[in-house]
């Protein structure tokens, strides 16, 4: 009787201690939002003030005026906002992808959308004078892209042709894993020099292939007789 109180006891103390880290999380978050609440209330007092200001006294054409500006305001505040979420998304997934978090710690961009990569130090440096290589541009662009489509309401269809033509071996697969298959709808246009159908990398990606199909051109281009077949495979292999 001793041992089976001793066992649920241990267990209690274990839940105990689990609740309490959990309640000090949550008063963390509490704490936080409740400073986000307050910033927010400071920006809506300004707000208001800027639209309050403008009705005193003031002509229809100067009230409207009154409003662009406060729109304006609001609509900086959001660019600002949105830039530092693609920051994020594209820091996230090109660091991953690249493998380069031994050298930086983020990617950004200013306001006037140029790339700057943080060093782990804390440096700033111009993504051009780092990463000049077309696939290191097309990897950044992929996941500016992708980070785009996340903040959207709607998700629709990433499409994609000659994904992998000028990616290095070394991130092919990532970009297949973290941007081509990673969860949504993808339509890829590929010849059987990127992926080849006799290749491990076709073996490790048709799992997650729903439907493919093959252009297969008969007869001289520019003929009368030229016309193109639709196979449902991959140039000869089934999924």
Same mark, same amino acid.
């Given at each position: 009787?001793? *041992? *089976? $109180?001793?066992?649920?006891?241990? #267990?209690?103390?274990?839940?105990?201690? =689990?609740?309490?880290?959990?309640?000090?999380?949550? =008063?963390?978050?509490? !704490?936080?939002?409740?400073?986000? /609440?307050?910033?927010?209330? #400071?920006?809506?007092? +300004?707000?208001?003030? %800027? +639209?309050?200001?403008?009705?005193?006294?003031?002509?229809?054409?100067?009230?409207?005026? &009154?409003?662009?500006?406060?729109?304006?305001? %609001?609509? @900086?505040?959001?660019?600002?906002?949105?830039?530092?979420?693609?920051?994020?998304? +594209?820091?996230?997934?090109?660091?991953? %992808?690249?493998?380069?978090?031994?050298?930086?710690?983020?990617?950004?961009?200013?306001?006037? $959308?140029?790339? $700057?990569?943080?060093?782990?130090?804390?440096?700033?440096?111009? $993504?051009?004078?780092? @990463?000049? !290589?077309?696939?290191?541009?097309?990897? #950044?662009?992929?996941? *500016?892209?992708?980070?785009? #489509?996340?903040?959207?309401? /709607?998700?629709?269809?990433?499409?994609?042709?000659?994904?992998?033509?000028?990616?290095?071996?070394?991130?092919?697969?990532?970009?297949?894993?973290? %941007?081509?298959?990673?969860?949504?709808? &993808?339509?890829? /246009?590929?010849?059987?020099?990127?992926?080849?159908?006799?290749?491990?990398?076709?073996?490790?990606?048709?799992?997650?292939?729903?439907?493919?199909? =093959?252009?297969?051109?008969?007869?001289?281009?520019?003929? !009368?007789?030229?016309?193109? =077949?639709?196979? @449902?495979?991959? *140039?000869?292999?089934?999924?």
């Amino acid at each position: 009787m001793t *041992f *089976f $109180w001793g066992k649920r006891r241990g #267990r209690l103390l274990q839940r105990k201690e =689990t609740i309490e880290k959990r309640l000090e999380e949550l =008063t963390a978050e509490g !704490s936080t939002l409740a400073d986000k /609440l307050v910033e927010l209330k #400071r920006e809506e007092t +300004v707000l208001s003030d %800027i +639209v309050r200001k403008g009705k005193e006294g003031k002509t229809i054409t100067t009230l409207a005026q &009154s409003y662009r500006d406060a729109v304006s305001e %609001i609509r @900086n505040r959001a660019s600002v906002l949105l830039r530092g979420k693609l920051s994020d998304f +594209v820091s996230e997934m090109w660091l991953d %992808i690249a493998d380069r978090r031994h050298e930086f710690s983020q990617v950004q961009f200013d306001a006037q $959308w140029k790339c $700057w990569l943080v060093r782990r130090d804390g440096n700033k440096v111009a $993504w051009d004078e780092t @990463n000049p !290589s077309a696939g290191q541009r097309q990897v #950044r662009l992929l996941a *500016f892209t992708e980070a785009l #489509r996340k903040l959207a309401r /709607l998700t629709p269809p990433l499409v994609v042709d000659t994904p992998l033509g000028r990616l290095d071996k070394e991130v092919r697969e990532s970009v297949l894993d973290g %941007i081509y298959f990673g969860g949504h709808q &993808s339509i890829i /246009l590929a010849t059987n020099a990127e992926i080849d159908p006799d290749g491990p990398l076709f073996d490790r990606v048709k799992k997650q292939l729903a439907r493919v199909y =093959t252009l297969k051109p008969f007869g001289e281009a520019g003929s !009368s007789d030229y016309r193109v =077949t639709v196979q @449902n495979n991959y *140039f000869g292999r089934t999924v």
